[in-house]
């Protein structure tokens, strides 16, 4: 039965391959076609999920091939089975998005060729979270990379997305090389490229490679996940995409390195690790989620806005997974189950709204035509849905009671609070530092969306595109409307997704505490250690809504019913325009000033006098940009390292045939006489 | 949930939306006495919420619907929020509902869309004071949060009614002095701030130099200005609540007696008046700070919780 849903899932995706190819140049009917498929794979790939959690034991498929070393082997556990569920909840309504938003690239783009790259994308990732062979994982993990890459690069024309794109795929294959280097030591240990033989090696391996094993993971997976400081490629190529795969790669890509990670670490490696480990993910937790959400209050480009809170969110889900890691180091189960669903719980949580706030961009984006805020502005009435919706996002990103965001984030906060627990005076004393600075975070992204939807949406239109702008086609309203709801579902129901992400946490863990996270008859969420704190969202909400009644009733009470004057905004004697309104880049400026170490900003401001007078302007020009500090003093060093080495080779290099031979016969020379 | 707890919540509710527009009134005349100003009445801020019900509102035409919506989420995330801190009796009913994780972001949720409101209208100072609640509000959350955590520590509980509770049994500072009297400074420090006082902002003042919370309200009149008054009259209420129920929670009823209730009405009524005198005593002594030297005043307040955490930890061991 599940044989059956899975090659229908694998013959859907390849009709939305393929399919396609065979109606040239008939734009909508690829488009249908792509995105149908992708829908209805999308569809299967959440029952196959939705089975593989549920199930007792892990489904497995196998099909071995000629080439040595290499199974096609697939297994789908409850770790699999949640990741495969989270892609294909979003991949479904970022295709029913897709299929009105790839409208804007008929006649530009082949789209027969998009829906290709676009269905090989989501289905090489599904395989990355079911591979069950290092050989196959890596395959499908590179086909996934340079997939990824081709879609980023779907609009080469310009400058810009060819340099993002190039960007990406070195850092990618940089981190595809440190995941080698980790299967490669299991390998060397196991002799077997089988996850199987990873998974019972989990004592076999010295202390010594573990703790390699574990830095390898960290910054090959990282690199992907776009942690701090190996994320200065994310806030390029994911804008540079086209939103509905910007909304893939933020929202689903990313994960499948939290994926990587949880199965290296706890399922590979396993058995008791040292205490520091999850000292340090809990570290890089903290800084990708402070400095992603810093950088992402400087931007006024909407995508890139959106990519830099995908590091702080990877961050915050680090923060959970690290909290784990701490409790698994100190045999303490119920809380490593604890920070483990956290971090799950946002890894969903932040694919759901980030998804969504990327369509809302792209929305902007097809209605406007510019990424730039500063050119947005009224569009909430101009676009209602749009507008509903990507508040919904705002709201959830922001950690905001009672959606989905506020009820991971408050896992991950229980989970640093109760390292009260923890017999370590120093831990104990760090990770209510790193609650601190998740609040911290936590109020920065809040005001960081107060900018996003109040100078895009709100006041007055800032340029004419904002003005023309319209409501975006029912497909892509329909796509958005889907995850919006689901923030709100996810938000009131954790009394049905903790279960769920239990199921995933057992294995690890080696504990089952579904039992011992509600109260109340699972209206409260109450974690694991006794009446430490609860919460019950579903009661807040309810509570939220009476309560505006009770205002609204008030006030009617109070004040009868009264009329409503609508006037112009007081502009003090002059008429408002869109020129007086606060402007993106005036609105953070308390935050560039008080930051100022971090941000290093450098402002440019040089006037134009009148000849008559220079008390008169007549000409102002303004410039100001911040320091970007990992390129700078981190990239940049390494890079001119390699280019001064290139330069000294290049000495050797006479560019003639018979010298290369020469140095090929003298090296073949110098091997035989060492080897030999 | 009984009827009784379901009645204590309806009290509770009273009580805050009953007393906070006296707790505004104490301030001001406390602050007009310091100034050798003859002042309003305590009870005219009564008069002024009945008087802007009444009132026409204006909504500006560039505005959309989160102008008008925004008083009525403010209003009831304030009032939820409200709920979870136990005023008369301790636990409250819906000590389930929330810790203090839940507390801070509820109020933070009417703080998300009072700052949208501020920029809805298109003017300029609406968007000044939206500006300048962002880097205050973000100032003071890791603050509060580790502050409560602190306290939280004493009590082992992070659920508001917990610790107030167990705090009311133990007796409190008595138990812990040094974390606590550290935690309390930086609590006050942070009431200041989220509350909109001197020295981080002046509530008496329109002037666009300074104001930071009635810039992001000015375009509000009518029956949308009372419930935003009305809301920000809560917020202080929550905040002196929680300073006086946590650091000194004597005589609040922990038993459901009516005696214990009468008295622990009369105890809470008397002690958030006194803390009120105290507030707009402190008011006056103090000038406003200028906005980059407020990051200052808040970092102190970081500081000062995170020693608290520090010297808890360091007495136990």
Known sequence: MTTILFLALLLAYACGMLLPLCFPSRPHIQNVIAHGSASVACSLGIALGLIGLLASEPLVWFWSSSIPLLTFSLRLDSLSAFFVLTISLVGLAVSVFASGYVQEFYGRIPVSLLGFLYNGFLLSMLLVVTADNAFFFLIVWELMSLLSYFLVVSEHEKPDVRFAGLFYLIMTHVGTAFILVTFLMFYQETGSFAFEAFRSADQALPEGLRTLVFWTALIGFGTKAGIVPLHVWLPYAHPAAPSHVSALMSGVMIKTAIYGLLRVYFDFLGGPFPWWWGFVVLLVGTVSALLGVMYALMEHDLKSLLAFHSVENIGIILLGIGTGMVFYAYDMPHLAALGIIAGLYHTINHAVFKALLFMGAGSLLYATHTRNMEEYGGLLRRMPWTGLFFLIGAVSISALPPTNGFVSEWLVFQGLFLSLELPSLFLKLMLPIAAALLALTGALALACFVKAFGISFLALPRSPHARKAQEVPVPMRVGMGILAGLCLVLGLAPAVVVPLLDRVSEPFAGISIAGRMFEMGGWTLAPVSGEFSSLSTPVLAIILVGLTGLGWGLAYVLGGKGKTRFYKTWGCGLNVTARMEYTATGFVQPIKRVFSTIYQPTVKLETEFLEESHYFAKQRHFEFSIEPIFLKYLYHPILKFFSTLADRSRVIQGGNLSLYLAYIFVTLVVLLVVMG | ?317
Request: aromatic letters at 10%.
């Open chain 2, 1 to 317: 949930m009984s009827a009784i707890d379901f009645l204590l919540i309806i009290l509770q509710m009273f009580l805050v939306l009953g007393l906070s527009p006296l707790i505004v009134g104490v301030i001001r005349r406390v602050k007009a006495h310091m100034q050798c100003r003859h002042g309003a009445n305590v009870f005219q801020p009564y008069s002024d919420l009945a008087k802007l019900f009444r009132k026409e509102p204006v909504i500006s035409t560039t505005a959309s619907w989160i102008f008008p919506a925004t008083p009525y989420i403010l209003f009831s995330s304030t009032l939820a929020a409200s709920l979870l801190v136990p005023t008369i009796i301790a636990p409250m009913p819906l000590n389930f509902a929330g810790n203090i994780i839940a507390l801070v972001y509820l109020l933070a949720l009417g703080t998300f869309f009072l700052m949208l409101a501020g920029l809805d209208s298109g003017s300029a100072f609406g968007g000044m004071g939206s500006s300048r609640e962002a880097i205050v509000a973000s100032l003071t959350e890791p603050a509060l949060i580790l502050s409560l955590f602190a306290v939280a520590l004493t009590a082992g509980s992070a659920n508001i009614s917990a610790i107030v509770y167990k705090t009311a049994i133990l007796q409190g500072i008595v138990l812990d002095p040094p974390p606590h009297l550290m935690a309390l400074v930086a609590l006050f420090i942070i009431t200041l701030a989220e509350t909109g006082r001197v020295p981080v902002d002046n509530p008496a003042t329109h002037l666009e130099l300074t104001m930071i919370h009635e810039a992001m309200i000015l375009e509000y009149s009518g029956r949308y200005l009372a419930l935003v008054e009305w809301a920000a009259g809560m917020k202080l209420m929550i905040f002196l609540t929680l300073l006086v129920n946590i650091f000194a929670p004597w005589g609040i009823a922990t038993t459901l007696s009516p005696s214990a209730l009468g008295l622990g009405v009369l105890v809470f009524v008397g002690k958030v008046v006194g803390l009120a005198v105290v507030i707009g005593v402190f008011e006056c002594m103090f000038a406003k700070l200028r906005l980059f030297r407020v990051t200052e005043l808040l970092g102190a307040a970081f500081i000062l919780s995170l020693l608290a955490l520090v010297f808890f930890y360091i007495l136990r061991v």
